[in-house]
């Protein structure tokens, strides 16, 4: 049965990935260069930041799934949560890129805390928001479609970001990189806080569980286990953040150091992002012609392969680097939809399984998974530029530069190949997805008791 949504509910709704990701990129592409090379923290300090914060905040993610499903206002469910965390959200923004003019020690704890708090707000934030996907609408190539156009919006966030952030902070520092990285993040938390109300506005929650439907953790967490198909996809997800942590983190340093042009760094992302948005808008059109695990397993193929590049051309080939960086980031960019419609149906493929929907819980433990990944891959690559010798504003030597190539092409590439290799176990083809689908929706019909599905 197919349930169309309108533009204007797609856009909406997508806006508020682009919100969200304002801070994630930055987190992404300029929160180690910004740690080690303006706020004043070692490679290593930082890398250790990542990875203890990270991980706490990755294990408040699956804490969020289980408050926002049993959340219950005249909003619905997960809306309310974009509403009450924008503002929070925004200010944590500005803070955490604000270098205070306070000693070390102090200004150590103050990174730690506004790090902290910033990532617990965006899990509080995001965990909701990525939960609307699989609610707005029950139609697998719907939810494709909408996650099509917050991935368009996310990944034009990340253009801003990782195109103009370098030039932007530039510009408003004059000279003073601390102050310029304060300017910028204000003026995109700010857009974040508009962004975040436009999509509470826009979206509405369709899905809803049985009423008769008991609540209880403990079954809710033996329903996630005994799901193979989450089980793949949080395995996927891992490598996946992992990749993106790693290989996000040390292009900047790569273009500072390696090819001596920092501002290469906002061309490469540039034509990179293009090509990534372009391959988002080609993922709903695959997906449904070969469907959504033969595409995702292509797409971190050949996303690997391209991943190498770095190592086989020189630093200084700027038209072939950027070359290969626009194959790559298409092929990454089909990808990009599908991870948030999946999870959607990872939630239809247990309620099918079981006659018990937690939508929360299921996209929770998804996105633990994710922050999970990128305190992996945020924090081996801290600790790779200690181990090779990285100075923050120093002249490198050619043991650092070799092993930033190595963190960029080869250590990050493994990652994206790994997640290839999981998805080849996902149990959801696309003829079985449709089935679940087709199968739910008659029994959503006046919720009666469901009937256990059998296995196909």
């Not at 990701?21 to 890398?47: C, E, K, M, P």
């Not at 490469?268 to 372009?278: Q, R, S, V």
């Not at 493929?349 to 433990?365: D, L, P, Q």
Request: hydrophobic share 50%; charged share 10%.
């Amino acid at each position: 049965m197919i349930q169309r949504l309108s533009f204007k509910e797609k856009l909406g709704y997508g806006l508020g990935d682009m919100a969200a990701n304002f801070i994630f990129q930055a987190l992404l592409a300029l929160q180690l260069n910004y740690y080690t090379d303006v706020f004043g923290l070692s490679a290593a300090r930082a890398g250790t930041l990542f990875l203890v914060v990270g991980l706490i905040a990755a294990v408040f993610n699956p804490v969020m799934g289980v408050i926002v499903d049993r959340t219950s206002t005249r909003w619905g469910k997960f809306r309310p949560w974009l509403l009450w965390t924008a503002v929070p959200f925004g200010i944590m923004g500005i803070l955490t890129f604000t270098t205070p003019h306070i000693s070390f020690t102090g200004k150590l704890i103050y990174a730690w805390i506004t790090y902290l708090l910033l990532r617990l707000i965006y899990a509080a934030n995001n965990v909701p928001y990525a939960t609307l996907n699989g609610v707005i609408t029950g139609d697998p190539d719907e939810r494709t479609s909408i996650a099509s156009y917050r991935q368009v919006l996310a990944n034009s966030a990340g253009f801003i970001v990782q195109s103009l952030a370098i030039p932007m902070i530039a510009f408003f520092g004059h000279g003073n990189s601390a102050k310029g990285y304060q300017y910028t993040m204000g003026l995109l938390s700010i857009l974040s806080v508009i962004f975040f109300f436009i999509a509470f506005v826009s979206s509405k929650e369709r899905i809803q569980p049985n009423p008769q439907q008991k609540t209880s953790l403990g079954q809710d967490l033996a329903d996630l286990f005994s799901n193979s198909a989450w089980i793949v996809l949080f395995l996927a997800t891992t490598f996946y953040f992992a990749a993106l942590a790693m290989r996000g983190s040390v292009m900047l340093p790569y273009f500072k150091y390696n090819a001596g042009n920092e501002f290469l760094f906002s061309w490469f992302n540039g034509f990179g992002l293009a090509a990534l948005i372009l391959g988002v808008t080609f993922s709903t059109f695959l997906s449904i012609r070969i469907g959504k695990r033969p595409l995702f397993i292509l797409s971190m193929a050949l996303t690997g392969v391209f991943n190498l590049a770095v190592l086989v051309l020189p630093a200084t080939a700027t038209v072939p680097i950027i070359g290969s960086e626009i194959l790559r980031q298409f092929f990454f960019g089909t990808s990009g939809p599908l991870l948030w419609a999946m999870m959607g149906d990872v939630a239809d493929y247990g309620e099918w399984k079981t006659g018990r929907r937690a939508t929360g819980t299921v996209t929770s433990a998804v996105v633990f998974a994710l922050w999970v990944g990128l305190a992996i891959g945020g924090a081996l690559a801290g600790w790779l530029f200690s181990y090779y010798g990285y100075v923050a504003n120093a002249v490198q030597t050619a043991r650092a530069l070799a092993g930033i190539r190595l963190t960029a092409g080869l250590w990050s590439g493994l990652f994206f190949f790994a997640t290839a290799a999981v998805l080849f176990f996902y149990p959801i083809s696309r003829g079985l997805n449709r089935s679940i689908s087709d199968d739910l929706a008659g029994r959503r019909k006046g919720f009666g008791p469901p009937a256990p599905a059998t296995t196909k």
